[in-house]
């Protein structure tokens, strides 16, 4: 009889609660169809859907997605009442930074200048207005500075007005242009580099054929010199070719300046143009750049060609050239844990101890990759806080009651991560440590771990590393681990970094899961596995991502032979990984600083240094950073180095 009861109590719930559930699922749809409508650009369809929402949690998203879709012909008034609605947040600032744009391109002054004052974030744009709206006023000081200019992108609608601006006013004179010029066909932005050059005079513009061929076929342009070098255009024209022909091969790019090349350019050029084989050549990790980077003497280099200067001399063990390319970095740029790390470590190799460890005691204590190699340096091994703040149940109460974070974490479950992860991380700022952890707590209970870990990440003096280091699916990574026979605290820390433990995560290039495995990946382990029956759509399930990604890893670990260099290959392929040892053993460390690509290089850095923290928070271990990252055996005599793996 009770059962009876009580199963008949059971369905009037389920059959109350349907209609809610309903209800949800509906208003949801109807969200994400806002949502499409907006980003279609059909204000009709919007408008429509948009009646039936405004009850709704996203009330002002919705807001925001209308007003944005009527902003170009919008009022000063109707945009204000949106922006004195939802003061404070999110939407309401973005907003703000949509009109102030809207208004730089009317022209009309007196409201950007209103609103400019109530925005609060930096945007390129808006500064290149702000100072077109001084300059409205008579402010000629406002062309001091081209924000932005030197900048390798094409230049925002506003930047571009003021630089013109700039130009009609003989504000803007030839060297600064080429100097423009040369940034942008240093990093192949070539389109944007034919934008620039309009700011010339036309009698000092260059030829556009042989532009052309600088940025196509700059070998033969080199091979054809003009006649006249002494005329400005043809000669930047001559030493874009160079800066373009050096990407892709540094030797021969050498050659030519050796040759009949280097006797014709002036010495400041051709000291610029070493600089440039020099940081190619560097990039690719050749023997030749030390040499390279002495033939530009004195020329300017900019902080990412130092840095590749202490990278190459680091591989040489050259610690004196460490110290000189890093004295001539910007301040900020010395600034950075990297390089007072190798500082300290190149006064150490020279006997200068007291000042090493000045250095060391600058980062130690950083949760990070060098923070806890400095650590090491000092003689204390990395591990955890003794203590760990636990927000309480009073607090994570409270940071669900945050209208912001509501917002993003619906926003998040609907899909549209992007949004959410930008309102959450506006709602999130300046929020005192306690917060934080009482914030992270509630994303984490609400399984969005790339928010929990993100924003326990972002602690000062209160931590509390369960929330920076989760372990969710713990079964099952231990299972998958130990039948591979690896590291578990390695797996979880480049887990930690490739999905953020977002189980259903996708890359733009197609990389799907916790351990995001690419298609084909997926389908050549899952045959060399034996996994019977496997389909594509299978492969963000948890237990089946995580066995075909440890067995992709444990195949990597097997062909090079070191986490380190299994955790470049993972990331970059393992022919790469290879291809960067060295002819004589290195330091792991070094091995990893030089890693070419800075995405890789940032990968490995943080995937040790998560299997450091991970080993102390599950296993209660020391784990010396070091000793993970060990020696890196060099390249066999005549070894052919083939990307074996997919």
Not at 534 to 562: A, I, K, W
Not at 573 to 585: C, L, N, S, V
């Amino acid at each position: 009889m009770i059962f009876k009861q009580f199963r008949a109590l059971s369905v009037a719930l389920a059959l109350a609660g349907a209609p809610l559930a309903a209800h949800a699922a509906s208003q949801d749809s109807a969200v994400l169809a806002a949502y499409d409508a907006y980003r279609a650009g059909n204000a009709l369809q919007f408008a429509r859907l948009a009646k039936k929402l405004d009850q709704h949690l996203l009330a002002p998203w919705i807001a925001y997605w209308g007003a944005a879709l009527r902003l170009e012909d919008a009022s000063a008034s109707d945009v204000r009442a949106v922006l004195a609605a939802y003061q404070g947040t999110y939407v309401a600032e973005r907003l703000r930074g949509d009109w102030l744009k809207v208004l730089g391109k009317r022209g009309d002054w007196q409201e950007f200048e209103r609103e400019a004052q109530l925005y609060s974030r930096d945007d390129l744009e808006i500064r290149c207005y702000a100072a077109l709206a001084r300059l409205a006023r008579g402010d000629e000081g406002a062309l001091d500075e081209l924000p932005g200019w030197l900048e390798p992108r094409e230049l925002p609608q506003g930047c571009d007005a003021l630089a013109s601006a700039a130009a009609q006013r003989s504000r803007l004179s030839s060297t600064d242009v080429w100097r423009r010029v040369r940034v942008l066909f240093e990093n192949g932005q070539i389109t944007a580099a034919k934008t620039a050059l309009g700011y010339l005079p036309q009698a000092e513009s260059p030829d556009e054929r042989a532009l052309a061929e600088a940025a196509r076929q700059p070998k033969r342009l080199l091979e054809r010199l003009p006649k006249n070098l002494e005329d400005r255009a043809a000669r930047e024209v001559v030493v874009l070719a160079g800066a373009r022909y050096a990407r892709t091969d540094p030797d021969a790019m050498a050659a030519e300046l050796e040759g009949r090349l280097g006797a014709r350019l002036p010495e400041a050029d051709l000291k610029y143009l070493w600089g440039r084989v020099a940081f190619e050549g560097a990039r690719t990790l050749n023997d030749r750049a030390t040499r390279w980077f002495a033939r530009a003497g004195d020329a300017r280099l900019d902080d990412d060609q130092l840095a590749w200067k202490a990278r190459i001399a680091l591989r040489r063990g050259q610690w004196q050239a460490v110290r000189d390319a890093i004295d001539r970095m910007s301040a900020q740029a010395r600034q950075d844990s990297t390089w007072a790390y190798w500082y300290g470590r190149a006064l150490a190799a020279q006997g200068q101890e007291a000042g090493a460890r000045a250095y060391y005691l600058k980062i130690a204590g950083q949760p990070d990759f060098y923070g806890l190699l400095a650590n090491e340096e000092l003689g204390f091994v990395g591990t955890l806080p003794e203590s760990s703040y636990v927000p309480t149940e009073d607090a994570v109460a409270e940071a669900a009651r945050d209208p912001g974070l509501a917002r993003a974490l619906e926003l998040i479950k609907l899909g549209i991560r992007t949004e959410g992860v930008r309102e959450w991380l506006f709602t999130i700022r300046g929020y005192s440590d306690s917060r934080l952890l009482a914030a992270a707590e509630l994303a984490r209970r609400a399984e969005v771990y790339d928010r929990a870990i993100n924003t326990a990440d972002r602690t000062e003096r209160l931590h509390n590393f369960e929330l920076r280091y989760p372990v969710p699916f713990r079964d099952v990574f231990r299972e998958y681990a130990k039948t591979q026979g690896l590291d578990e605290a390695w797996v979880l820390g480049l887990v930690r970094q490739e999905s953020r433990f977002i189980a259903d995560a996708r890359s733009g290039a197609g990389a799907a899961g916790l351990m995001q495995l690419m298609p084909r990946t997926a389908r050549y382990v899952a045959k060399k596995i034996g996994l019977r029956n496997f389909v594509p759509h299978r492969v963000t399930e948890v237990h089946t991502n995580v066995g075909l990604g440890t067995g992709y890893l444990r195949m990597v670990l097997d062909q090079v032979g070191s986490p380190v260099l299994a955790s470049a290959a993972y990331n970059a392929g393992p022919g790469r990984a290879r291809r960067w040892r060295d002819a004589r053993p290195l330091e792991g460390a070094v091995y990893v600083e030089s890693i070419p690509f800075n995405e890789t290089r940032d990968y490995v850095k943080k995937v040790m240094a998560n299997s450091v923290f991970y080993a102390a928070l599950l296993e209660k271990r020391l784990s010396p950073l070091k000793a993970r990252l060990g020696v890196i055996a060099p390249r066999a005599s005549g070894e052919v180095v083939d990307e074996e793996l997919p």
